[in-house]
C-alpha cells in the first residue's frame, strides 16, 4: 500500500505534495484471461475507473457487443444488433457508450446512455465507420470513415443524437482522440501517398496538418489534457508534448503495431502488436518494456485514468486483464476557505482519510464522495476549513 500524507493548506505552512514514480511495470504483473468468450475483437474500452469495460467485434453475422462492470471478471452480452462492430468508446464514468461498425455502405453508429445494457442506433448517415471518440462526459463523440477519397467525419456535441460533418479534410482515417474535454482533437489516416495527422485546439473548429512524417498510421491516443498524444505508425511509435502539432519517434522497437492507450497524464502508454508482443513505456514513450503477454493476435487495447489497469482483446480469441498496484498521488490546492484535495482516478478502491496527527493509530475516513472531474479525470472532495493541524491520507481498501 502507497499511502500520501499532506497537511492541509489551511495551515500557516503548506507543504506540497511530491509525485510517486511508477514502479517496473511489467516484470511481476501478469495478463489473466478473462470469462469474455472467443471472438474477433475489434476495439475495447474502459471507464477512467477500470471498472466498466467495453469491447466490439466483427465476426458478422453474430458481431457481438459486450459489456462488463467489474473489472472484467464476468462480461453480458449487450441486446445491441449484430454488425461489423469496427471501435468502441465510452465516457469516463462508464454510463455512456458509442461503436460504430463498418459494413459499407450501411455501417452504422450506436449509443448507449446505461453502461452498455442497451445500445440505440443514431441518426449519423451510414458509411465505413472504423474509428470513435468520446469526451470524458460522453456528450462530444466523433466518428471517421475509411471511405477514400470523401473519407467523412462527423461529430455529436449531445451524446449522439445530432451529427453533423465535420470540416476536415477526406482521407483514408484510421484513429480519432481528444483531450477529456474534447477541446483538443487529433486524427490519423493512412491515406495512400500522405497518411497525414491533423489536429484541432478548438473541438474542431479549425483543423492543422501537423509536423509529422507520412507513415501509414493506424491509431492514435491522448492524455487528459491532449498535450501528450501518441500514434503508431508503419512499424514505429511516435510521441508528441505539444497538443499534436509536432511529432518524433519514440523509443518503442520496430513491431507490426495495432493499437495504442495512454493514461490520463500521458506518462503510462500501452501498445499491442499483431506477432504476440505489447509493450508499456512509463515515460511518455521515452522507453519501453515487453510485457510478456500470452501469445495472440492482439487487436486492440485500453487504459484506466491512472494507467495502472491495461485490457486487450484478440482476433479470434479472448480478453485480458493486467493490473499493477495504483499509486495515486494526493494534491491539495486552497479554495476560498476550504481544501481541494484531488487525485487521479485508481484502478482500484481507495478511501480519503483524515487524523490531526500522521502518527495516530487511527485515521478517520471522510465520508464526502469524490466527485469525478472531467477535465483531468481526477477525484475531487471539498474539505471545509478546520481549526488546527490537519492530516490527508489515501488508504488502499
Same mark, same amino acid.
Given at each position: 500500500m502507497n499511502k500520501l500524507i499532506v497537511p492541509s493548506p489551511l495551515l500557516a505552512v503548506f507543504v506540497a505534495a511530491g509525485q510517486f514514480a511508477l514502479?517496473?511495470?511489467?516484470?511481476?504483473?501478469?495478463?489473466?484471461?478473462?470469462?469474455?468468450?472467443?471472438?474477433?475483437?475489434?476495439?475495447?474500452?474502459?471507464?477512467?475507473?477500470?471498472?466498466? %469495460?467495453?469491447?466490439?467485434?466483427?465476426?458478422?453475422?453474430?458481431?457481438?457487443?459486450?459489456?462488463?462492470?467489474?473489472?472484467?471478471?464476468?462480461?453480458?452480452?449487450?441486446?445491441?444488433?449484430?454488425?461489423?462492430?469496427?471501435?468502441?468508446?465510452?465516457?469516463?464514468?462508464?454510463?455512456?457508450?458509442?461503436?460504430?461498425?463498418?459494413e459499407f455502405p450501411t455501417g452504422p453508429i450506436y449509443v448507449s446512455t446505461n453502461f452498455g445494457s442497451a445500445w440505440q442506433p443514431t441518426t449519423a448517415p451510414a458509411s465505413d465507420w472504423v474509428t470513435v471518440m468520446s469526451s470524458a462526459d460522453g456528450s462530444e463523440l466523433m466518428a471517421a470513415s475509411q471511405v477514400y477519397p470523401t473519407g467523412p467525419v462527423y461529430a455529436s456535441t449531445n451524446s449522439g443524437n445530432n451529427w453533423n460533418q465535420a470540416m476536415i479534410s477526406g482521407e483514408e482515417w484510421t484513429?480519432? #482522440?481528444?483531450?477529456?474535454?474534447?477541446?483538443?482533437?487529433?486524427?490519423?489516416?493512412?491515406?495512400p501517398g500522405s497518411s497525414p495527422i491533423f489536429y484541432s485546439t478548438n473541438s474542431g473548429g479549425t483543423?492543422?496538418?501537423?509536423?509529422?512524417?507520412?507513415?501509414?498510421?493506424?491509431?492514435?491516443a491522448s492524455s487528459a489534457l491532449g498535450n501528450k498524444t501518441a500514434a503508431i505508425g508503419a512499424e514505429a511509435i511516435y510521441v508528441s508534448t505539444n497538443y499534436s502539432q509536432d511529432w518524433t519517434m519514440s523509443g518503442a522497437p520496430i513491431e507490426p503495431w495495432t493499437a495504442i492507450a495512454s493514461s490520463a497524464d500521458g506518462t503510462v502508454l500501452a501498445a499491442t502488436t499483431s506477432g504476440s508482443d505489447i509493450y508499456i513505456s512509463t515515460d511518455s514513450g521515452n522507453t519501453w518494456t515487453n510485457m510478456n503477454a500470452p501469445y495472440s493476435e492482439w487487436t486492440s487495447?485500453?487504459?484506466? #485514468?491512472?494507467?495502472?489497469? %491495461?485490457?486487450?482483446?484478440?482476433?479470434?480469441?479472448?480478453?485480458?486483464?493486467?493490473?499493477?498496484?495504483?499509486?495515486?498521488?494526493?494534491?491539495?490546492?486552497?479554495?476560498?476557505?476550504?481544501?481541494?484535495?484531488?487525485?487521479?482516478?485508481?484502478?482500484?478502491?481507495?478511501? %480519503?482519510?483524515?487524523?490531526?496527527?500522521?502518527?495516530?493509530?487511527?485515521?478517520?475516513?471522510?465520508?464526502?464522495?469524490?466527485?469525478?472531474?472531467f477535465t483531468n479525470l481526477q477525484n475531487q472532495v471539498v474539505v471545509p476549513s478546520v481549526t488546527g493541524r490537519q492530516f490527508f491520507r489515501l488508504q488502499s481498501q
Open positions: 514502479p517496473g511495470p511489467a516484470a511481476a504483473q501478469n495478463w489473466v484471461q478473462t470469462s469474455a468468450p472467443a471472438h474477433s475483437w475489434t476495439g475495447i474500452a474502459s471507464s477512467a475507473n477500470g471498472a466498466t %469495460l467495453v469491447a466490439v467485434a466483427d465476426d458478422y453475422p453474430t458481431a457481438p457487443i459486450y459489456y462488463s462492470t467489474n473489472s472484467g471478471s464476468n462480461w453480458v452480452q449487450a441486446t445491441a444488433a449484430s454488425h461489423e462492430w469496427t471501435a468502441v468508446a465510452m465516457s469516463a464514468d462508464g454510463s455512456k457508450m458509442v461503436a460504430v461498425g463498418d484513429g480519432l #482522440a481528444c483531450s477529456a474535454d474534447g477541446s483538443k482533437l487529433v486524427a490519423v489516416a493512412e491515406t483543423w492543422f496538418q501537423a509536423d509529422a512524417p507520412s507513415s501509414g498510421w493506424l491509431a492514435v487495447i485500453a487504459a484506466s #485514468a491512472d494507467g495502472r489497469q %491495461l485490457v486487450a482483446s484478440v482476433s479470434g480469441g479472448g480478453i485480458y486483464i493486467w493490473q499493477a498496484t495504483p499509486t495515486p498521488c494526493l494534491s491539495i490546492q486552497h479554495s476560498a476557505a476550504n481544501a481541494v484535495l484531488s487525485w487521479t482516478v485508481p484502478s482500484l478502491n481507495f478511501a %480519503l482519510q483524515q487524523s490531526p496527527n500522521p502518527s495516530a493509530a487511527n485515521w478517520t475516513n471522510l465520508t464526502t464522495p469524490p466527485i469525478l472531474n
